[in-house]
């Protein structure tokens, strides 16, 4: 998650372990999502969810599929 971050919005990412089925991602210390409950199951948020969280939160727009 955190390198396709990093590959998809050239951002720096921090990845920190946390508990046993904990998954936050914080962006300027606000939670941005969370797994919850459905986390100690391993049901986590796709990379395109969190991804399309961070777009609009930093307003960044999302890249041109249609170049190479």
């Known amino acids: 998650m955190a390198a396709a971050l990093r ?3 050239h951002i720096e990412v921090q990845s920190v ?6 998954f936050t991602v914080l962006l300027d210390g606000e939670v ?4 919850g409950a459905m986390g100690f199951l391993g049901v986590l948020p796709s990379v395109r969810t969190v991804r399309s ?8 727009p999302a890249p041109d599929k249609g170049r190479s």
């Open 32 to 35: 941005l999502v969370s797994a």
């Open 7 to 9: 590959r998809d919005l």
């Open 53 to 60: 969280l961070v777009e609009q939160r930093l307003r960044v």
């Open 17 to 22: 372990a946390g508990h046993y089925g904990e």
